[in-house]
C-alpha cells in the first residue's frame, strides 16, 4: 500500500508578517516612522555640516550611517525581548553600566572636548558609558519600584532607598568626570520614575530641595570646570564677551535666525559652511536644520520628535504591569528633556550643557542609546495588552 505524502507549505514571510497577530503588525509604526525621518534627517544635517572639513569625501556621514545601522539592529534586537524579561536582567544592565563610568576614571579613559567621558575602542571609534547609564538607571529604577508595598499602590520604602542609592552612584560617577549635562538627564529619569511610581509628594518635595542645595553647592564652593561656568556666564548675558565666552551662542541664533522662513536650502548655509558655529554636527546640529531648511523645516524636526513623544506616552498609558509603564514613561520624560535642553540652547533660552538632539545629532553611543530606548518602547508596545 502505497503512502501518499502531502507536502504543508509553509506561508511565506509576507504573509506571517501580515498577520493580525504578528510582532510586525503589533509595532508602533508611526514611531519608527517618525525615528526614521529623524535619522535621515540627520544624515543630511550631518553630511552639510562636516562636508567641507572632514576627511574624505563625504566626511564623518558614512560613520554615522554606520552607527545609525547598528542602533537600529539594536533597536530590533531589544524590541523581540519580552519586557517583563528585561526585569531579571536590569541589575547586569546596570551593574555594566556602573563598570563602564568607573573605567572611565581610570587610565583608559580619555579627554573629548573637555569632558573625561571616553574610552578609545582605535580605529577611529570610541564609545561613552554615560550615554549606556541612561539605559542601566532607568531600568534598575523601574524593577525596584515596580513592585508596590503590601495593601497600597506605592512602592516600598527599602525599594525607594535602594533606587536614590542607584541613582546617586551613577551621577555622582558622571559627575567625576564632569558631564553635567548627562548628570541632570540621569537626575530627570531619577525624578521621573519616582513620580509615575506614585512616590508620596513629601518626598518629592524633600528631594526637590536636596537637589537646589546640590546645585548651590556646587557653584559655591566651585566644583564645576572653568569652560561649564563660562557656559553659565554666556547663558545669562551671551553679549558679555561675543568672541569668548558668548561666540557659541551669539552664532547659533545668528545661524537659525538667517535661515528665516524657507532655509537657504541643503548645503547653501554661509554659517555652516565657514563653520562659525563650533559642534554643529554634535551639540548644535537644530543650527544646521534652522539656516537651512528654516523655520518650517526647524518646525519639522521638532514635530517628528513629539510624535515619538506622543507615541511613548500612549505605550506607556496602554500598558497593564508596572514595570513597562515605568520604563516607558521614564524614557519619553527623557527624550523629552534633552530635547528641550538641546533646542533650547540654541535659540539662547537654556544654558550649553552639551546634550545632543535625539536621533539627529552626530554620535555613535548616543545613538545607540537613544535606539535602544525605542526598542524598549516597542517592546513594551508589542506584548502589552490593549485597555481599548
Known amino acids: ?50 562636508r567641507t572639513w572632514a576627511p574624505g569625501a563625504t566626511g564623518l556621514v558614512k560613520k554615522h550611517m554606520l552607527n545609525e545601522a547598528i542602533g537600529l539592529v539594536l533597536c530590533g534586537l531589544v524590541a ?33 572636548n573637555g569632558s573625561h567621558s571616553w574610552i578609545l575602542l582605535g580605529g577611529g571609534f ?6 549606556f547609564a541612561k539605559v542601566g538607571l532607568l531600568l534598575i529604577i523601574a524593577m525596584l519600584l515596580a513592585q508596590p508595598a503590601e495593601g497600597t499602590d506605592r512602592p516600598r520604602a527599602l525599594d525607594v532607598t535602594l533606587a536614590l542609592f542607584a541613582a546617586a552612584l551613577t551621577i555622582g560617577l558622571v559627575m567625576l568626570q564632569p558631564d553635567l549635562g548627562t548628570a541632570m538627564v540621569l537626575a530627570v529619569i ?25 546645585m548651590f553647592s556646587v557653584f559655591y564652593f566651585q566644583m564645576l570646570e572653568p569652560y561649564q561656568v563660562a557656559r553659565f556666564t554666556a547663558f545669562v548675558d551671551p553679549s558679555v564677551d561675543p568672541r ?49 531648511f528654516g523655520f518650517l523645516g526647524s518646525v519639522t524636526v521638532v514635530l517628528l520628535l513629539g510624535v515619538v513623544l506622543l507615541r511613548g506616552l500612549k505605550i506607556a498609558r496602554q500598558c497593564e504591569d508596572r514595570f513597562g509603564t515605568l520604563v516607558a514613561g521614564t524614557i519619553v520624560c527623557w527624550f ?4 528641550f535642553i538641546n533646542v533650547g540652547m540654541t535659540i539662547g533660552i537654556m ?16 545613538t545607540f542609546a537613544n535606539l535602544i530606548a525605542v526598542g524598549l518602547l516597542q517592546a513594551i508596545r508589542v506584548r502589552r495588552q490593549s485597555f481599548e
Not at 193 to 202: D, E, Q, S, T
Not at 264 to 277: A, E, S, Y
Open 126 to 131: 570610541a564609545v561613552q558609558p554615560s550615554e
Open 80 to 112: 523581540m525581548v519580552d519586557h517583563r524579561a528585561m526585569r531579571a536582567y536590569a541589575p547586569v544592565v546596570f551593574l555594566l553600566s556602573v563598570v563602564g563610568l568607573v573605567l572611565v576614571i581610570t587610565p583608559l579613559g580619555a579627554t573629548i
Open 336 to 339: 523629552a528633556f534633552q530635547t
Open 244 to 292: 569668548g565666552v558668548g561666540y557659541n551662542s551669539t552664532q547659533s541664533m545668528i545661524a537659525i535666525g538667517s535661515g528665516q522662513l524657507l532655509g537657504k536650502g541643503l548645503l547653501g548655509g554661509g554659517q555652516t559652511t565657514g563653520r562659525f558655529v563650533p559642534e554643529q554636527h554634535t551639540d548644535f546640529i537644530f543650527t544646521v536644520a534652522g539656516e537651512e
Open 351 to 366: 544654558p550649553i550643557t552639551g546634550l545632543p538632539l535625539p536621533f539627529v545629532s552626530y554620535g555613535g553611543t548616543a
Open 190 to 214: 531619577t525624578a521621573a520614575g519616582l513620580i509615575i511610581a506614585g512616590v508620596r509628594k513629601r518626598l518629592i518635595g524633600a528631594l526637590t530641595l536636596v537637589a537646589c542645595a546640590g
Open 1 to 50: 500500500m502505497n503512502v501518499r505524502t502531502v507536502a504543508v507549505r509553509r506561508p511565506s514571510l509576507f504573509r506571517r508578517m501580515a498577520r493580525e497577530n504578528s510582532t510586525v503588525r503589533r509595532l508602533d509604526g508611526l514611531m519608527l516612522v517618525a525615528v526614521a525621518g529623524l535619522c535621515v534627517i540627520g544624515t543630511l544635517l550631518v553630511w552639510s555640516s562636516t
